[in-house]
């Protein structure tokens, strides 16, 4: 069984063919998969689509849209928490890459920490964005105290950085660039990280693995990545799919009843 842990199928990119990537991915044998709505506008549809049996729903409001954000909508997070489909906070977290300066910084560590306290008042773990500021956010997690369990969804730092957030608590989310040519930094990474501690994700429509590279990503490209891990860890493709889809299961505690 194959979970993507991390899709954005509301995005608009899939408005002419939604039903159907869904349903290919399944056909492929993708079974679950996780809808990241990390966006106040995206709540709504991510609940239309967590009537889908095997679809659940990680609801947050992404740091680059943090600015945006009015006090009633840390109030409807709040209400979504509690949804039963609803199985993490995120992706919330530090993206430095457009913007770094003081002034968004801070609103993005506001947002950061109200956030993190809704995941921890009702016990969800988190889905952590990290953009350009690795060392930032390591610092910033040692001082806060009790943080969630949760993922680094898209891990893109150094193996000192790795070793740290695994330390902390975090699994390691792996996608797409991972399957490029020149990702030997994170190829090396995944060797020395024990499966235990990698989740895989899609982040799709974004960062479509090497063989799709530059077209639309799907949920169904995910088998790419477990492929990667196979390659690269020398372990057989069922045992990578075997070994997330645990860790998947027992981190965002997925009841399917
Ligand atoms: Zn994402």
Not at 139 to 152: D, M, Q, S, T
Not at 155 to 174: E, N, V
Not at 209 to 230: D, H
Request: hydrophobic share 40%.
């Amino acid at each position: 069984m194959i979970i993507d842990t991390h899709v954005h199928m509301s995005d608009s990119k899939f408005n002419f063919d939604r039903e159907i990537v869904i349903q290919k991915a399944f056909e492929l044998g993708v079974e679950i998969i996780f809808e990241i709505a990390c966006q106040t506008d995206y709540w709504d549809k991510a609940l239309r689509l967590s009537k889908l049996d095997n679809i659940f729903i990680s609801f947050g409001i992404h740091p680059n849209y943090t600015s945006k954000v009015l006090a009633k909508d840390y109030d409807k997070l709040e209400s979504l928490a509690q949804n039963k489909k609803c199985i993490a906070i995120g992706e919330i977290g530090l993206d430095y890459h457009y913007d770094c300066s003081v002034q968004s910084i801070n609103i993005q560590k506001k947002s950061f920490v109200k956030q993190l306290n809704i995941a921890r008042k009702y016990n969800k773990p988190v889905i952590i964005h990290c953009r350009d500021a690795y060392d930032d956010m390591i610092n910033f997690l040692e001082e806060y105290k009790c943080i969630p369990k949760g993922v680094i969804h898209c891990f893109s730092g150094t193996l000192k950085q790795a070793q740290m957030l695994i330390r902390s608590g975090f699994l390691l989310g792996i996608d797409g660039p991972l399957t490029y040519k020149n990702s030997l930094n994170l190829k090396q990474i995944i060797l020395r990280t024990d499966i235990s501690k990698l989740l895989v994700e899609t982040d799709c429509p974004y960062i479509a693995p090497q063989k799709y590279r530059g077209k639309r990503n799907e949920p169904s490209y995910i088998i790419e990545v477990l492929k990667e891990i196979a390659s690269i860890k020398n372990l057989s493709f069922n045992e990578v799919v075997d070994v997330t889809t645990q860790n998947a299961i027992k981190l965002f505690k997925i009841n399917f009843s």
